[in-house]
């Protein structure tokens, strides 16, 4: 079965996802040499600059620094389009995830596509709900990492019978998630 172009796939299946772009699939978007941080942070987003890692080797990539980046949800994210989609930055330009790949390849169908999408956007949603409920409400930051963060206190705080429940419930959909996004959108998609 031959799949849609490229750009017929990206219009029938991001302008209605941004699961790469909301904290779902990555925590952050690190920059490449060619991206303009000062003029990125023109349009919006929150840069945040290298650092000199500790214990690092001269002649590492970027000298030893950690590349500037910027953090998930995106700042120019506007439902599901981006608000700066003509001078995105390179990791962003290059991304295609699996699901679309394996739409673009005609080993999954466009209807196929925007249900499974519509699944897994419904599951992060579930995810950000529970998130919230357990007092994790800033809404910044990856759900895995905000996942991580609300484990940590639970861990460190111990969790009430209604919070314990409810740490069960995001502990599934956390899981179910992570599923979805492993065998969906990370790259190597494997449709079945």
Request: hydrophobic residues 35%.
């Amino acid at each position: 079965m031959k799949g849609p172009t490229v750009k017929q796939a990206i219009a029938a299946l991001c302008a209605q996802c941004g699961i790469c772009c909301d904290g779902t699939l990555f925590k952050d978007v690190q920059l490449r040499e060619s991206d303009d941080p000062e003029r990125l942070e023109a349009l919006g987003l929150p840069v945040v600059r290298p650092r000199v890692r500790v214990g690092s080797v001269k002649g590492t990539q970027g000298g030893g620094q950690s590349p500037a980046k910027f953090p998930q949800p995106c700042a120019a994210l506007a439902g599901c389009k981006c608000r700066i989609y003509r001078e995105r930055p390179a990791h962003c330009r290059e991304f295609e995830c699996g699901l679309l790949l394996a739409c673009v390849a005609g080993r999954v169908t466009v209807p196929k596509a925007q249900e499974i999408i519509g699944r897994t956007l419904g599951k992060a949603d579930a995810v950000r709900g529970l998130l919230e409920q357990l007092g994790n409400v800033e809404g910044r930051g990856g759900l895995g990492h905000r996942f991580r963060r609300v484990c940590r206190r639970l861990e460190r705080d111990g969790a009430s019978g209604r919070d314990g429940a409810r740490f069960g419930r995001l502990t599934r959909g956390m899981h179910a998630l992570n599923l979805m996004l492993g065998d969906y959108f990370y790259p190597g998609y494997r449709y079945d």
